[in-house]
């Protein structure tokens, strides 16, 4: 696909047409020109935690695409990449499960495209990678999936309407301001009978650190600020895919535990995936003496016998469907034939025919 025919999936920004072009550093990465409605919120544009837009706004995304570009040009930025990786092969893995091919497909903050490389382009035959850092997009991996790449912040998809057979999205919605309205945006780019598979951060991720930063800053400053994101409780994924027309919806969580030699390692590799906080709440600077106490509280609450400490990520895979005729539907109330009281009798009737069945041989 050309990067003309990617504009043809392009709907307008603000109230004219969207303009776009090429990016001049990579042939095949088409840039958004924000409009009114299209600009990314940070201090410079006076979208702050007290602006009137009527939406939710707990994160700085201006911040979250510096901390992206910043970690994307790192010289061993590539090991800092192994969380990333194994959550995008578990996101193709259901991928794979569903036994249709998929003309066109869409990755939402793909970043580096760490979902692409473990698909053929039997079951994607075109992909459309989207994310709010160029420097990461200029990065991508290769993989034998024709792929464009669109410089686009997720909460602003700026795709026409039933564009996409599939959507996917691997470790980025959790830094997402408005989610119940994103995955409204991700239903209205689906086609009919489309199917949206994403994998994002879930409540319990690094709560390891989270405590114990909250003790040692309790302990040596009287009080604690947040210095870890707030995060999605899998109760309320469901009620938001659904709240966002979805059904046949699937919702999975899986822990993902590494170890480090200490919280230093931990928060250093936090930085280098470009996953540091990024809350307008959050707090610039942490004193010596609470991060010496925080490294002491994690090693004393959860250090292993060989001297690291564990930290927790859970990951939160939802797989939710936009709606079509031919898809399988409950059947009306009132219809089924056998009663569950009835369940016990039936129960009963498959070991008695399997005792005389045994009787007879």
């Keep these: 696909m050309s990067c003309r025919g990617i504009q043809k999936l392009l709907q307008g920004a603000g109230s004219g047409p969207a303009a776009w072009s090429r ?15 299209r600009a990314l919120s940070g201090p410079g544009s006076g979208a702050g935690p007290g602006s009137g837009s009527g939406s939710m706004n707990v994160f700085n995304r201006e911040m979250k695409r510096r901390q ?3 970690a994307a040009v ?20 259901r991928v794979y499960d569903i036994a249709r091919s998929f003309p066109l497909a869409l990755d939402m903050g793909g970043g580096k495209s760490y979902i692409a490389e473990h698909l053929s382009k039997e079951v994607v035959q ?16 290769r993989s034998e999936i024709p792929t464009r790449s669109v410089v686009a912040d997720e909460e602003f998809l700026p795709f026409r309407e039933n564009s996409f057979h599939l959507v996917v999205s691997s470790f980025s919605l959790h830094w997402i301001n408005d989610l119940p309205r994103v995955l409204s945006e991700i239903h209205r780019v689906l086609k009919p009978d489309g199917v949206f598979i994403g994998a994002m951060a879930g409540g319990d991720t690094l709560y390891e650190l989270r405590c114990s930063l909250q003790l040692a800053q309790s302990e040596r400053e009287g009080g604690f600020s947040p210095h870890v994101s707030p995060y999605t409780a899998v109760t309320d994924l469901g009620n938001l895919l659904g709240r966002a027309r979805f059904n046949m919806l699937t919702v999975d969580v899986d822990d993902v535990q590494v170890h480090y030699p200490g919280i230093m390692e931990l928060m250093t590799d936090l930085q280098g995936m470009g996953e540091s906080n990024c809350a307008w709440n959050r707090r610039s600077m942490l004193h010596r003496d609470t991060m010496l106490a925080a490294a002491a509280v994690y090693k004393e609450m959860y250090g292993n016998p060989d001297g690291s400490v564990p930290a927790t990520f859970q990951i939160l895979y939802m797989i939710g469907w936009k709606p079509h005729e031919s898809q399988a539907k409950p059947a009306c109330r009132g219809s089924a034939t056998v009663s569950f009281r009835d369940l016990a009798k039936i129960n009963d009737h498959f070991w008695m025919n399997s005792l005389r069945k045994r009787k007879t041989y």
Excluded: F, I, M
């Design 68 to 70: 992206k570009n910043w």
């Design 126 to 141: 075109r992909l459309v990678l989207t994310d709010v850092s160029q420097q990461a997009l200029k990065l991508g991996r």
């Design 74 to 93: 790192l010289q061993d930025g590539h090991q800092y990449d192994y969380l990333r990786e194994e959550v995008g092969s578990r996101v193709a893995d």
């Design 23 to 37: 990016t001049p550093a990579v042939s095949c990465c088409c840039r958004l020109r924000s409009g009114p409605c």
